[in-house]
Each structure stands twice: as C-alpha cells, then as structure tokens.
C-alpha cells in the first residue's frame, strides 16, 4: 500500500515568509507525528496527533510554528515568517495507534525546506 | 530524560567486511530500541526494532540485540555491500508518559567501497 507522502518535496523560500507543508499519513494510522532533521540539531521530534486527543505541541521551537490536522488525517505544518534557522528536512510520520511502546512509526520522504 | 549516544562517524569499510556501530541509550523504564536507515535522497526507513530485552533485532543481514543490563542496542552486519551505504540512526521510544517520541542518535555515516 501507500506510504507516507509528503508535499512539496522541497521549497525554497525568502526570509520573512510564510510556508505550508503537507503530510499524508498511511491510511487507517491513527497517530501522526513531524519531525525536523537539521544538520546542527539532528533528529527532533517537533509535534503528535493521536486521533481527536489535544496534540502534543513540546516540540516546536517557537510560536512561529503551528500545526493541524483536519478529519484525522491530512496534516499541515505552517511555519510563519521564516528564519534561515528554520532551513531543514521536515518529516512526518504516521502509526497505527501509539499509547504502546512497541509501536512503529513509517517515515515519509521529508521536504526539504531552504530559507535565503 | 531519553537520550540516545550513538558512534560518531563516518565509517568507511571495504565490501564483505564486518560492520559495528555502536548504540548506548538512557531511559527509564523498559523503552522499544529501533535502528533507522537513510539511504541517499531518501526518507528514513525502518530496518530493525527490538522490544524488550535480550530481543534480537533482524532484516537485510542486519542484526541488534537489546542489551538492558549494558543499556546497548549495537548493529551489527558480517559482510557489509556498497548497497549498503547510508546514514543509520539509533532511536528509542519511551515506555514512559510521552511513549510516542522517537529520541534518535545523531547518526552514522557508512561507506562502503567496492
């Protein structure tokens, strides 16, 4: 089946605006989840949705980052008024239900997001 | 909280040799331990996961084995192809209260040469 896709694969974009960044999560996969892979940074969990739960918002480094996800799937990560600091890979992740440790979170390929 | 120390790289081997690379964790509890692969211009993929202790982790010739008492997941390959060149990361899942963060090593890059 589908994997976790992600839109646009990369966006380059001035300092000072807005960007929109899309997840689609493997179908029936309740959890969904971004992250920010960053050369200085690494690997950084940035947000969590699980079904109608309030997400877990302790990831994402500023009010300039906000997320929703509307009906359960679809996800939009939206970064307001960029920094070149903000120049990284987003990924986003979906699973089948979370709450158990050994659940396996599936990767989309990430878009690549570069401020001038 | 969680942290993940995995070995600097990068690491560079010549085809059919043996593979380590070293994982060490922090955590309370009793987390899951994964290894992540990232192939060039690709997204990270899982490629082996152990639950709880003493569970060997296994797929592609890969092979971890969770360690509680030395709190180590290390990966190991016999004979290493230049397929198998990538970044490969270490990561956690908590058993605690945030038990859906994955906490992730800062990876490793391998090269292996023909």
């Known amino acids: 089946g589908a994997g976790v896709s992600q839109s646009p694969s990369n966006k380059v974009t001035e300092k000072g605006k807005d960007v929109e960044l899309r997840c689609d999560p493997i179908s029936g996969h309740t959890a969904l989840y971004w992250y920010r892979q960053s050369l200085g940074q690494g690997l950084e969990f940035l947000i969590y949705?699980?079904?109608?739960?309030?997400?877990?918002k302790s990831g994402l480094p500023s009010d300039r980052f906000s997320a929703e996800r509307t009906g359960g799937s679809v996800s939009t990560l939206t970064i307001q008024r960029t920094q070149q600091e903000d120049s990284a890979v987003y990924l986003c992740?979906?699973?089948?239900?979370?709450?158990?440790?050994?659940?396996?979170?599936?990767f989309g390929p990430g878009t690549r997001l570069t401020v001038l | 909280g969680d942290s993940v120390t995995q070995m600097e790289g990068p690491v560079t081997l010549s085809e059919e040799a043996f593979l380590t690379i070293n994982c060490t964790y922090t955590a309370t509890g009793y987390p899951s331990l994964f290894w992540y692969v990232q192939y060039p211009g690709e997204g990270l993929q899982l490629l082996l996961k152990a639950t709880k202790a003493d569970d060997k982790g296994s797929n592609k010739g890969f092979e971890a084995t969770y360690r509680k008492e030395t709190t180590s997941f290390h990966l190991e390959k016999g004979s290493v192809q230049v397929s198998d060149s990538a970044v490969y990361f270490c990561a956690l899942l908590g058993s605690g209260g945030s038990n859906y963060k994955l906490t992730f090593g800062k990876g490793t890059l391998l090269t292996v040469n023909p």
């Open positions: 992740a979906s699973s089948l239900a979370s709450g158990t440790s050994t659940d396996t979170q599936y």
């Open positions: 949705f699980q079904g109608n739960s309030a997400p877990d």
